[in-house]
C-alpha cells in the first residue's frame, strides 16, 4: 500500500490498473479525459498490459469493448455526457448482451446548452439501461469502486456492466490523498475473469442474437432478477473488500446519523461531504437530522430505503438532475418505495447544481429547514424563484 | 502452396447453413462462401442486415464457427474488440471477419471501418453489396446506383429513381493507404475465393467488396443472381480489382463491354430508365473505365 495526492480520476486510473483490464478503448472528453491520459501512460510504462484501443468515437469504445468481453477478456472505457449519450445505443446492447464491462462516467451536463460543468442529467438518463449504476463521493471511493465494480459485474450470477459515476470537477479534477493499494492485494481481491459467456474455438457460440415475441420476455425477466440478485453480490463485494482493504462502503446505501433522525436528507456523490458536515452542525444545535446516501441506483436499494426512512417524518431528495416536465428521477424512485411499503411521511426534492452551479452550506441548511417546515415538493436550488408540480 | 484453397479445392463441409435468406440470396451465398474459405477458426461479426436477420433467431442460430451480430454502425470497432480480445485471452490462428451489408459499411458503419484502417487491425472487412438497405425492404443506400428503384426512391414523371451515383467505397478504403483491398463478385466464385484467401493471410486490415445481387430488391427471377452479377462485370458496370502496396490493379481487362441496356432492362429496378438516362449510367461507366486504362496497373488480359 501507498499514498498519494491523486485526482478522482487519476484515483479511478490507478484503481483501474490494479484490476488489470486486458482490452482498454479510448476516446477523450472533458472532463473524463485525464483518465484516459493516465491510463495510456500507464501502459506506455508497462505498469498496466493491456491492449489500448484508440477508437474514433464513444459508439465504436462501447462496441469495441463489447467485442473483446464476449472473447471472454476483461474490458474498460470511460466517457462523458455528450459521449454517453453517442454511445447510447450500445449500453442495452452490453447489458443484454450480460457483458460484465466496467466504464467510469465523468457526470456532465448535456447539451444544449452547451455545459462541461456536472451535473448527473447524463446518467440518469440512461437509468434503464440495464446497467448497474454507482455513484461515488471522493478519490478513494473512485480507486476502490473502479476495482469493486469488476468483482460484481463478473460474478456469475450478476454478469452484467457497471457504470462508476464521477461529478464533473467537482470530484474528478480535485485531488486528495489516497491509499493506493499493492498489486497483491487487488490480485487477492480480484480473481481473473473466468466466463462462460463468450465465444472460444472449443465451444463456438452464436451471440447477440435476435430472440422474437415466443421468449423475449424470459430474456428480459432473468435480466431483471440478475440486477435484483446482485445486491447481495454488492454487500459481499464490499465485505470481501473491508477484509483485505480495510475500507467499507456499507453495500448500496451509506447512512449517516440516522439513529433516531426525523429529518432526513438522501443524496448521491460528491455533494455528500459537504451535507455531512451540515449534519454535524445542526445536530450540534439539537437538532434530529441525518443522511442517506445512495451509492447505487440500480440495483434500487429499496430495502436500504426503508430501514432508514421507517420513523421518520419528512425526507429529501437532493439531485443534480430534472426529468422535464415532472421531478427528478432520484425523488421519483425514493416516492416509489416510499407508497409500496406504506411509509407515511413528507418528501421533497431539491434539484441543484445543474450545469455546474455550486451547491453552498447555506443552500443545504435551508434544505434542511424546508424539511422541517414542509413547503412545495419540487423545489428549484438558488434559482430566487419557486416552481411547484 | 498445396494447402491454397480455390475454387477446386474448397471444403463440401457448410459453415453457414439452414438460415432464412430468400430463394437465390446473392448475400447469403458471398457469407457461405467466405466461410468455408476461412474455415471454422473465423470469429464472424453481422452487423444488422439481412444476413444477420436470417441467421440468428434463437434458438436458430446458423453458424457453426463464433459469430455474433454487432450494431449496426459497430462492425469494424466490434471487430476490432473481437480481435483485441481474442489475443488478449491467448488464441491464436484465428480471423476476426466483418461480413456487412452496404448500407452497413458505406453508410452508418463508415466511421468506424475508417477507425479500424487506420489502426491497421488485423481484420478482414467484407461488404456484400446488394445496392441497398434490403433487410428493412430496399431503401436507397450509398450504394445504391444512379437510376435504381428503392422504395425510398420511387420513379415517376418527375424522377426516374436514385438520382446519385454509387458512392466508390473500393476507393474510398483504399485511400486509407490499406494493407489490402479488392473488389470482387459472387458471378466470379473462383476470383472472389482467392482474394479471400489471399486478405485472410495479410496481416493487418484487409477490405473485400463483394457484388451479391439480391433478386428481391433487384427485381430479377430467383435462378439469375449469378447470371446477373456477371453481366454486371461484362457490361463494365462493376470491375474485378485490387489495391496493394498503394497500387491499384485491374484484374479482369474486357476487350469490349456487353450491352449496358440490356443488363439494365433485366431488372425489375432499372425497367422505368429511357435512353437519356442510359447515356447517363454509360457515360459514368465510361470516364471511369478511362481512368482506370490510364492510372491502374492493366498489365493482366482478359481472365
Ligand atoms: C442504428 C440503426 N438504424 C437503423 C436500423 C434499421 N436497419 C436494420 S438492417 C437495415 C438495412 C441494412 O442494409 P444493408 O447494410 O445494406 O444490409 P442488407 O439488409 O441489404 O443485407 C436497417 C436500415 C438499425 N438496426 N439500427
Ligand atoms: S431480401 Fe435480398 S438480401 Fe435479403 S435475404 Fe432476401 S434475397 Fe437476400
Ligand atoms: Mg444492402
Known sequence: ?389 | MTNQITAKTITDSEIFYGHKACAGCGGSLAVRIALKVLGERAISVLPAGCMSAVGFNYPHLCFSNNSIISTFAGTASMLTGVEAGARAVGIKNFKAVGLAGDGGTADIGIQALSGAIDRNDDILYICYDNEAYMNTGIQKSGLTPFGAKTTTTPSGENIHGNLRPKKNLFEIVAAHNISYAATASIGNLPDFINKIEKASKIKGTTYIHVVAPCPIGWGIPVNETIEIARKMIDCGLWYLAEYENGQFTLNKNPRDFSSIKDYLLSQGRFKHLDDADIEILAAQRDAKWAAIQKNWNTTKEEL
Open chain 1, 1 to 389: 500500500m501507498t499514498k498519494a495526492f491523486l485526482s478522482g480520476n487519476d484515483a479511478f486510473a490507478e484503481g483501474v490498473r490494479l484490476a488489470r483490464p486486458q482490452v482498454i478503448s479510448i476516446y477523450p472528453i472533458t472532463p473524463q479525459t485525464t483518465v484516459v491520459e493516465r491510463i495510456s501512460e500507464m501502459v506506455e510504462d508497462s505498469s498496466l498490459k493491456s491492449e489500448l484501443i484508440h477508437v474514433e468515437s464513444e459508439h465504436s469504445a462501447l462496441s469495441c469493448a463489447i467485442g473483446a468481453s464476449a472473447m471472454g477478456a476483461r474490458t474498460f472505457t470511460a466517457t462523458s455526457s455528450q459521449g454517453l449519450l453517442y454511445m447510447a445505443e450500445c449500453l442495452p446492447y452490453a447489458s443484454g448482451g450480460r457483458f460484465p464491462i466496467v466504464m467510469m462516467n465523468a457526470n456532465r451536463s448535456t447539451a444544449l446548452p452547451w455545459n462541461i460543468y456536472g451535473d448527473q442529467r447524463d446518467s440518469l438518463s440512461q437509468l434503464d439501461c440495464g446497467w448497474i449504476q454507482v455513484y461515488v463521493e471522493d478519490a478513494q471511493e473512485s480507486l476502490d469502486m473502479a476495482l469493486q465494480s469488476y468483482h460484481i459485474a463478473e460474478n456469475p450470477l450478476v454478469s452484467t456492466p457497471v457504470m462508476v459515476n464521477l461529478d464533473g470537477f467537482v470530484l474528478t479534477h480535485t485531488y486528495e490523498t489516497v491509499e493506493i493499494p499493492s498489486q497483491t492485494d487487488a490480485d487477492r481481491f480480484l480473481p481473473p475473469f473466468q466466463t462462460e459467456n463468450k465465444m472460444s474455438l472449443d465451444n463456438p457460440k452464436n451471440l447477440a442474437f435476435s430472440v422474437g415475441p415466443d421468449n423475449n420476455m424470459e430474456f428480459k425477466y432473468l435480466q431483471h432478477k440478475a440486477i435484483l440478485g446482485s445486491k447481495r453480490i454488492i454487500e459481499e463485494t464490499d465485505a470481501k473488500f473491508a477484509e483485505i482493504f480495510g475500507r467499507s462502503y456499507g453495500g448500496l446505501t451509506q447512512g449517516y446519523r440516522l439513529d433516531d433522525a426525523d429529518y432526513i436528507l438522501i443524496t448521491l456523490g460528491s455533494i455528500t461531504g459537504l451535507c455531512r458536515e451540515v449534519v454535524d452542525e445542526l445536530r450540534e444545535r439539537g437538532e434530529k437530522v441525518g443522511l442517506l446516501k445512495l451509492r447505487f441506483l440500480r440495483p434500487f436499494p429499496s430495502d436500504d430505503l426503508v430501514a432508514a426512512l421507517g420513523s421518520a417524518k419528512a425526507v429529501g431528495v437532493l439531485e443534480k438532475d430534472i426529468s422535464f416536465g415532472y421531478e427528478g428521477t432520484v425523488y421519483t424512485n425514493v416516492n416509489s418505495v416510499i407508497a409500496k411499503n406504506g411509509l407515511r411521511l413528507e418528501t421533497y426534492n431539491f434539484i441543484a447544481g445543474l450545469g455546474g452551479r455550486d451547491i453552498s452550506r447555506e443552500n443545504i441548511t435551508a434544505i434542511f429547514r424546508h424539511l422541517q417546515t414542509g413547503g412545495q415538493h419540487v423545489n428549484f436550488i438558488g434559482l430566487g424563484v419557486t416552481i411547484d408540480d
